[in-house]
């Protein structure tokens, strides 16, 4: 099956600071999904980015699908984006179609100082 | 609108017993899915369904996992006779193709111990 992985698998950061992690996938992709996942938990959905560039406020996220990977960038960096930051696939098999399942990457672990 | 509400959000169980797990998707969402995250890992697939049918069941581990969803809305995971290996959080995630995406949107998840 597909291979997803994410670097680096742990990031520690003053409050303030940049980052970028990124996620590796070893076949085409129908669906990418960024999610944040919180101290409680929850997945908390923060890009759907087969393709292309999308920002929203901080974070920002860039797909190049014929590469195979993508990057999210965090700018400014605050305490409450501590959690583990999950990539996560849908791949196509050889006739096109996918079948909605996801496989997620091992996730990176952000730690935010104040 | 609501999101996606799983119940229990806790389940201790003692080995040997069935626990039922339910989900409530986001109301009109026709595809659902549910995954298992062990502890440090990322989620895994379980199963998924269009409406109330069961396309893909590859992710269950083995017999003791059944799911279903007879209405084409709210879904229940059953595992049978529960082994500490079970002992993970079950999430339940839905999405709705026909409006040109599959993102998914996740539940808070069911965290069962197994003891």
């Known amino acids: 099956g597909i291979q997803v992985e994410q670097s680096p698998p742990d990031l520690i950061l003053q409050e303030g600071a940049n980052s970028t992690l990124r996620c590796n996938f070893s076949d085409s992709v129908n669906n990418l999904q960024w999610f944040h996942q919180n101290p409680w938990g929850q997945l908390i959905n923060l890009f759907y980015i087969p393709s292309g560039t999308k920002q929203n406020g901080r974070l920002s996220a860039t797909t190049v699908a014929t590469e195979r990977y993508s990057l999210l960038y965090i700018s400014s960096s605050q305490t409450t984006d501590s959690g583990v930051y999950f990539c996560?696939?849908?791949?196509?098999?050889?006739?096109?179609?996918?079948?909605?399942?996801?496989?997620f990457g091992q996730g990176t672990i952000l730690t935010v100082h104040p | 609108g609501a999101g996606v509400s799983q119940s229990p959000r806790y389940k201790v169980a003692k080995r040997g017993q069935d626990v039922a797990l339910r989900c409530d998707p986001i109301s009109g969402h026709v595809s659902l899915f549910w995954y298992q995250q062990a502890l440090g890992q990322g989620p895994e697939f379980l199963t998924y369904f269009q409406n109330e049918a069961q396309l893909d069941k590859s992710g269950l581990p083995s017999d003791r996992f059944f799911a279903e969803r007879p209405e084409g809305s709210v879904s229940t995971l059953k595992i049978q006779r529960t082994q500490q290996e079970d002992s993970a959080v079950y999430l339940c995630?839905?999405?709705?193709?026909?409006?040109?995406?599959?993102?998914?949107?996740f539940g808070p998840g069911t965290r069962l111990t197994v003891t």
């Open positions: 996560a696939v849908e791949p196509v098999d050889a006739g096109g179609t996918s079948y909605g399942k996801l496989t």
């Open positions: 995630a839905s999405s709705e193709p026909d409006r040109g995406t599959d993102e998914q949107y």
